[in-house]
């Protein structure tokens, strides 16, 4: 059984394994964040009534690689009046923290290959929920000091807009993740997967899993919440001065977090990697269907955002503020108490 | 020399680099940024010790909400250079002298702890049924501690409450391998709620003071309001400002909780 093996291989691994695993991962998530961007495109010209870039190789499949070449011989301005460390700094942290949280997300379950547990993430670590939510908070610097380095009053506004928000629902994210964590017992993804054995935790917590991809909206800065980037009055906010590659990092990180999110949205809520039509599987044939699965679930949630982003108008400030801490927030402490009442009541009985 | 041994020397040096930088760096953003370094390092220092649940807390709470505030406030603010305090010849004096006290008192402190090797260590059994928590085991999984069973699986039994919860943990030390096996939330959360629970409460208790304390002072008293309102409405209104708008969407209706009015409820 996958679930008994979980637990006799926590701690140091192969040094190898892990850097194998790394380089799997850095370059999944780099491509992945380039095709999410032609996505993008292609979604929002389906919804408008166009075709999208088509161009670049057949059905502009190459469109990302003319991106990044364009990205890279950009000329890198930077405005005269900028504190020079943080400037260069901020891109880097960006990209950086995006990636560093993904290092925990089990793609599948722990398989056995030849009598080695092969853990399908990174890092096995015991308390993976609040490792993803660390690193996404470290992400709240690289936007704040990028805006403020720039040294423009724009890139200002859009920084100071973005750290009140992601503080904001940082909380109500967190409070609407209890209710997952209260159910599975564990702070450890792949048992939070594996507690959804019988029933998806969003049947049985609907209310966190509509909060969390909510939160998760704003959180990455996507549009009904996008305020701090808004181009239309503050030209794309945070990262005006930023041009060429440390723009591109800023951009990278904006889509491996939205891949982040789909995909902790995916173990949370949605059974991760655990089939909808029964299969058992114990090899590492069976892990790799399960990333399958994984990935597919995650896909059908970065289409949804996809789809809200070019279907739904901007938020004005003062209502994102409301909605934050005056209705997710509130709503998020009645799930946890809900949740709780009923978990304590059948324990009772 | 293991890896583990590597990355303590960094982290440590990183640590010490960073706190010196808090109190050297002549710009406050750097200080603050200095201080967020110092936390980062010493959450990788509590994760080479097995703490995980600590320094996940650790980056979370102090790094990212804490720090996040102020500088916030210091970049809103924007305060000047200010003098390293390298120059001031009596701060570096009394700053050494604190440095050398602090110094001596923790090494005399290590130097009288005694490491209680006789005592049993707590095995997966003593862990399991001294932590209230762990009332459920689960049949049939014997080498694994895992005190909480898979959701549905009907072997779970639960197991008579341990009778002397807190007490049978006094004195017996924790292992990495075990804490990891049984979880690292779990094995924290059933210490502060049995052996430490008296601190732990008095704690949120301070933090609750403070609190209310924060709620207190920001708050208006209704008399004041109440005058403040007469005035202005004795005094005719003020025209507005031409030209001083930021325009539309920028400046949000004064009823907009505005952004450094969040701090507060944060």
Not at chain 2, 14 to 40: D, R, T
Not at chain 2, 48 to 75: E, S, T
Not at chain 2, 101 to 126: D, M
Request: charged share 10%; proline share 6%; hydrophobic share 55%.
């Amino acid at each position: 059984m996958i679930a008994d093996l979980a637990h006799f291989s926590i701690g140091p691994d192969y040094w190898w394994v892990v850097l194998i695993k790394g380089v799997i991962v850095l370059g999944f998530l780099a491509t992945a964040a380039a095709y999410l961007t032609l996505a993008e495109r292609k979604v929002s010209a389906h919804i408008q009534l166009r075709i999208g870039p088509n161009r670049v190789g057949p059905f502009g499949l190459l469109q990302p690689a003319a991106d990044a070449v364009k990205l890279l011989f950009k000329e890198n301005t930077a405005p005269a009046g900028r504190d020079k460390l943080l400037f260069w700094l901020a891109p880097a942290l960006m990209a950086g923290a995006a990636i560093l949280a993904y290092a925990v997300i089990p793609l599948s379950g722990t398989t056995n290959v030849n009598g080695y547990a092969l853990h399908w993430n990174m890092a096995h670590v015991n308390v993976a929920l609040l490792y993803v939510l660390a690193i996404t908070a470290l992400g709240v610097y690289a936007i704040f000091l990028g805006g403020w380095a720039a040294n423009n009053k724009y890139s200002l506004l859009g920084a100071l807009r973005s750290s009140a928000q992601l503080i904001s629902y940082e909380m109500a994210v967190a409070f609407a993740l209890i209710g997952v964590v209260i159910l599975a017992h564990s702070l450890d993804l792949e048992e939070i997967v594996n507690a959804q054995q019988h029933a998806w935790f969003i049947v049985m917590q609907p209310l966190a899993g509509l909060l969390y991809f909510v939160g998760a909206l704003a959180e990455t800065n996507r549009l009904p919440f996008d305020l701090p980037e808004a181009e239309t009055e503050l030209i794309a906010g945070y990262h005006t001065e930023y041009s060429s590659m440390r723009f591109g990092f800023y951009f990278l990180g904006e889509y491996v977090n939205m891949v982040t999110v789909c995909s902790l949205a995916t173990a949370l809520f949605l059974g991760g990697w655990l089939p909808l039509i029964p299969w058992i599987h114990s090899d590492w044939l069976g892990g790799l269907v399960g990333v399958m699965w994984f990935l597919g679930k995650a896909s059908i949630l970065l289409f949804l955002m996809m789809w809200i982003r070019w279907t739904l108008p901007r938020l004005r400030y003062d209502r994102l503020m409301n909605l934050g801490w005056k209705v997710l927030l509130p709503l998020g402490l009645l799930n946890i108490v809900i949740t709780g009442s009923v978990v304590a009541a059948r324990a009772a009985s | 020399m293991t890896q583990a041994d590597i990355l303590i020397y960094i982290a440590g040096a990183l640590a010490v680099v960073s706190a010196a930088g808090v109190v050297m760096s002549s710009q406050p953003i750097y200080s603050a940024l200095s201080l967020v370094g110092n936390m980062v390092s010493l959450a990788v220092l509590f994760l080479l010790l097995n703490a995980q649940f600590l320094a996940a807390v650790q980056v979370i709470v102090y790094a990212g909400a804490v720090m996040v505030l102020f500088v916030f406030i210091i970049a809103l603010l924007s305060p000047g250079r200010e003098d390293s305090p390298l120059r001031d010849r009596r701060a570096l004096i009394g700053g050494a002298a604190i440095v050398y006290v602090t110094v001596q008192i923790f090494v005399l402190a290590t130097n009288g702890t005694t490491y209680k090797k006789g005592l049993p260590t707590a095995t997966c059994a003593t862990i399991r049924e001294a932590v209230p928590a762990y009332r459920l085991i689960q049949a049939g999984q014997p080498a694994s501690c895992n005190p909480f069973p898979l959701h549905g699986n009907e072997n779970a039994v639960p197991i008579a409450q341990a009778n002397n919860s807190a007490a049978g943990l006094n004195g017996v030390l924790f292992f990495p391998d075990d804490v990891n096996r049984v979880g690292n939330v779990q094995v924290t959360g059933g210490q502060l709620f049995t052996t430490f629970v008296l601190p732990f409460e008095i704690t949120s208790l301070l933090l609750l003071v403070a609190a209310v304390g924060a709620v207190y002072l920001t708050r208006r008293s209704p008399g004041r309001e109440r005058a403040e309102q007469a005035r202005a409405s004795r005094r005719p209104p003020l025209p507005a400002p031409a030209g001083e708008s930021l325009g539309p969407g920028v400046a949000a209706s004064p009823k907009a909780p505005a952004a450094t009015g969040e701090p507060e409820s944060a």
